[in-house]
């Protein structure tokens, strides 16, 4: 079949046949809820994969499309090998990346595209990773500097979903300075402005959580809060429901949880005309969290139900981007932290259980906290051997994750733990622990 001058992806472009970009994007969205998958796939999505932009989906997408098309492998469908490609941003030189030094290739990469910040439109498009041939003559910032940055925040994603925070956030927070000189620059037409607006503010609340889950809660505070200003500037509900999300996320961590019940519930108010059921719930969780902080059994537990069934209502094409780790496995896992924090240790570690089984091996970082939740709610709940059990497990991924916020809750769990020295499995865990590398 003939294909159009400059496709990169030609087998890709041949599976959409006569479709158009838009119909085949539908297409991909049903398959995708099909199959319990979260998907933005649009238009814009395919003409980037025909174009070679993408070269390799991330996980989610890949299920997709193998479910789509059965029998066929990512290469057959026209991508590369992921290990080739991950942390490699299109047309990047060099051999291939070896899987056992694929995390130093993803953050080497993150420094490149990061290597300076100026106050220039010109220089925070070099800072975006677009080179300096590809830096605008003409007035306008354009397609180039904002497809930059809202790159920025996929990848910046793909690796906190990988690997964890820890070593990233420094990094990831020069692209978000850069971002936010093309738009002090002034100089993007309006439908260039809106989608700059919109992906600096994703990208603001992308870098907060690099430093809420780092443990910098006040960097992370800052970072809300200016994507809450910018969601504000443009009048964005849905980048106004994810600041408020985060910012509730963020307080009940601090030990603020009224704040978290405020935050919540502003951000519900954002969400309640964007047609999305699952962003509501996930809100709604966060509220939650907020009760069970206060300590309000009664209100966490109304509030539990009320997200659950807003949760069950199901996927809908108005779900936002950012929102593809919402699947059920988070969802009990947000709800063994509400009955963890109202000190019903059996019934999280129950939910906290649930997650682990349901979560995707592929997301290290999520199944390691999933499961150092539940070594903790094990030993609170008077169970050491089996949180230790589940705290080996924790240890196993620590080679693949760097997360400040994982390694603190394990050395929670070992020093609960270490009254409880003849249980079975607790010395072996112990010992362990303490020769594991932190980070610093």
């Known amino acids: ?20 970009p838009g119909e085949f994007a539908a297409a991909i969205r ?59 941003g299109p047309g990047a030189a060099g051999p291939p990346a070896q899987p056992h030094t694929s995390q130093n290739n993803e953050e080497s990469d993150v420094l490149r595209r990061a290597f300076m910040a ?36 996929r990848q910046i994603r793909l690796l906190d979903d990988r690997h964890g925070a820890a070593g990233l956030y420094q990094r990831a927070a020069q692209p978000l300075e850069a971002a936010y000189a093309l738009l002090d620059a002034g100089t993007a037409r309006r439908a260039a402005a809106d989608r700059l607006h919109a992906s600096a503010g994703e990208l603001a609340i992308s870098v907060g959580w690099l430093a809420h889950d780092s443990g910098r809660f006040d960097d992370a505070r800052s970072h809300y809060a200016e994507a809450l200003a910018t969601s504000r500037v443009s009048g964005d509900p849905a ?21 978290a019940v405020r935050a919540a519930q502003a951000g519900e ?65 947000l709800e063994a932290q509400c009955w963890s924090a109202l000190s019903d240790w059996p019934r999280a570690a129950q939910h906290a259980q649930r997650a682990a089984e349901l979560q995707d091996p592929h997301f290290a970082r999520n199944l390691a906290l999933y499961r150092a939740q539940l ?24 080679d693949q994750v760097q997360s400040s916020r994982i390694q603190a809750m394990l050395a929670g769990t070992a020093r609960r733990l270490l009254p409880e020295r003849r249980a079975a499995g607790v010395p072996d865990f112990l010992e362990r622990h303490a020769s594991t590398p932190r980070l610093v």
């Open 30 to 88: 049903r398959a995708a809820r099909e199959i319990g998958e979260q998907v933005a796939c649009d238009a814009r999505y395919i003409g980037r994969v025909e174009a070679g932009e993408i070269r390799c989906p991330n996980y989610a997408y890949e299920r997709v499309f193998l479910y789509m098309f059965p029998g066929s492998t990512l290469k057959d469908l026209g991508f590369a090998d992921r290990e080739t490609v991950r942390g490699r």
């Open 1 to 20: 079949m003939a294909t159009s001058r400059g496709v990169r992806n030609p087998a890709f472009r041949q599976l959409r046949g006569q479709r158009s």
């Open 239 to 259: 980048l106004e429901a994810h600041a408020f999300c985060n910012t509730a996320f963020l307080a009940r961590d601090a030990g603020r949880p009224r704040e």
């Open 269 to 333: 108010r954002a969400a309640r005309h964007l047609a999305s059921p699952r962003l509501l719930s996930l809100l709604t969780l966060r509220e939650a969290g907020g009760w069970a902080g206060l300590g309000d059994r009664a209100a966490c537990s109304t509030t539990l139900v009320r997200a659950k069934s807003l949760f069950a209502q199901g996927a809908s094409e108005a779900d936002p981007e950012w929102m593809s780790f919402f699947v059920e496995a988070e969802l009990e896992m």
């Open 118 to 153: 100026g106050g220039s439109a010109a220089m925070a498009a070099v800072s975006l990773g677009l080179g300096p041939a590809s830096v605008p003559s003409q007035r306008h910032v354009g397609e180039a500097e904002v497809s930059a940055v809202e790159a920025a925040v």
């Open 375 to 398: 070594a903790d709610d094990l030993v609170r709940a008077g169970a050491p051997d089996r949180a230790a059990a589940a705290g080996h497990q924790v240890l196993d991924l620590l």
